[in-house]
Nanobody
Framework: QVELVESGGGLVLAGGSRRLSCAAF?????????????MAWFRQPPGKGREFVAA????????LYADSVKGRFTTSRNNAENTVFLQMTSLKPDDSAVYFC?????????????????WGVGAQVTVDS
């Protein structure tokens, strides 16, 4: 019932920054609100499985981060615009991946893929050394 569309991917030099956005839409023009849903970011590096990156609760006052991005990435949200953001700084070549946003079934911040109800199609981020 909810479609997620990521944007902001691209090529960036190591040490640089990039901001990803994830906009949520209701299918068939249905009006939705994601304020009662946690949102999360996952990524899939080339040849590897999907891994958790960051999550934020519905109110936007609680966040979780993978150890590999803690201190470098920040997730935030604008519930009025049904949009979630992932600000990435001090990027490394190991951060190169397809980044997915996901809508959680509940309101809490969750790092578990099995608790997600909807997924975006992904945005490629490539960090060039």
């Amino acid at each position: 019932q909810v479609e997620l569309v990521e944007s902001g991917g691209g090529l960036v030099l190591a040490g640089g920054s990039r901001r990803l956005s994830c906009a949520a839409f209701g299918r068939s023009g249905r009006t939705i609100s994601i304020s009662n849903n946690g949102m999360a970011w996952f990524r899939q590096p080339p040849g590897k499985g999907r891994e958790f990156v960051a999550a934020i609760n519905g109110r936007g006052d609680d966040t979780l981060y993978a150890d590999s991005v803690k201190g470098r990435f920040t997730t935030s949200r604008n519930n009025a615009e049904n949009t979630v953001f992932l600000q990435m700084t001090s990027l490394k070549p190991d951060d190169s991946a397809v980044y997915f946003c996901a809508l959680s079934r509940g309101a809490a911040a969750s790092m578990f893929a099995g608790t997600m109800d909807s997924w975006g199609v992904g945005a490629q981020v490539t960090v060039d050394s």
